[in-house]
């Protein structure tokens, strides 16, 4: 069974603290994706990745920063959280055909 | 001034009944398109997908239709059940397996 595996559900910072947001496929999938989703905004990309090592900016990259260094694992940074990145967050990642997504991390930040 | 979201349009029908859940997508030159489905609490799920080289894909109680021409696709759901209430997005690519743009969502919602 193909796995998306998020490293928490939930998650509670405080503002300008450094965080830090795990992703592991297990399908040896080349491309990794992050998006944030909110209420009456849908699914929106924040960055993405088609190799390791390779990042491209997505639709909403400000105040975010990721890392490939392995092909299985995708991590998500916030440098200095702020209140506006409140949200649900959630990696995927896909071969030749459709995204498979993790079950998300639900971040609140003080 | 804060931005409002929209609310999510709404689909409610009786347990039993077929449901049609429709979405306009936004790029002619999409090669792929997909339906998800995501329950409260949950990453989205995969349905089904279709290619743009066919008009219609049928899966087990779920049919999508593409028109290429209107740039819209819907996803019907035989004898709706209430397992089924949740919210559905469609998401096209230029290319299978990279970036996908969703829609807005649909939430599905099966009175038993």
């Known amino acids: 069974d193909v796995k998306v595996t998020q490293s928490s559900r939930y998650l509670v910072k405080r503002t300008g603290e450094k965080v830090f947001l795990e992703c592991v496929q297990d399908?040896?999938?080349?491309?990794m994706f992050w998006y944030r989703q909110d209420p009456g905004l849908g699914l929106r990309l924040i960055y993405f990745?088609?190799?390791?090592?390779?990042?491209e900016k997505g639709d909403i990259p400000e105040g975010y920063s990721v890392s490939r260094e392995k092909k299985e694992r995708f991590s998500l940074i916030l440098e200095s959280a702020s209140t506006n990145q409140t949200s649900m967050y959630l990696c995927?990642?896909?071969?030749?055909?459709?995204?498979?997504f993790g079950p998300g991390t639900r971040l609140t930040v003080l | 001034g804060e931005s409002v979201g929209l609310h999510l349009p709404t689909l409610s029908v009786q347990e039993g009944d077929n449901s049609i859940i429709n979405c306009a997508y936004s790029?002619?030159?999409?090669?792929?398109f997909i339906w998800y489905k995501q329950e409260s609490g949950k990453g989205p799920q995969f349905i089904i997908d279709?290619?743009?080289?066919?008009d219609k894909r049928q899966g087990q109680r779920v049919t999508v239709l593409l028109n290429k021409t209107v740039k819209h696709l819907s996803l019907q759901i035989a004898a709706t059940q209430p397992g089924d209430s949740a919210v559905y997005f469609c998401?096209?690519?230029?290319?299978?397996?990279?970036?996908?743009?969703f829609g807005q969502g649909t939430e599905l919602s099966v009175k038993p």
């Open positions: 790029n002619s030159a999409s090669d792929y």
């Open positions: 279709i290619r743009s080289n066919m």
């Open positions: 399908m040896d999938h080349e491309n």
């Open positions: 998401a096209e690519t230029l290319n299978q397996g990279g970036k996908l743009i």
């Open positions: 995927a990642s896909s071969g030749y055909n459709e995204q498979f």
């Open positions: 990745s088609y190799d390791v090592k390779m990042k």
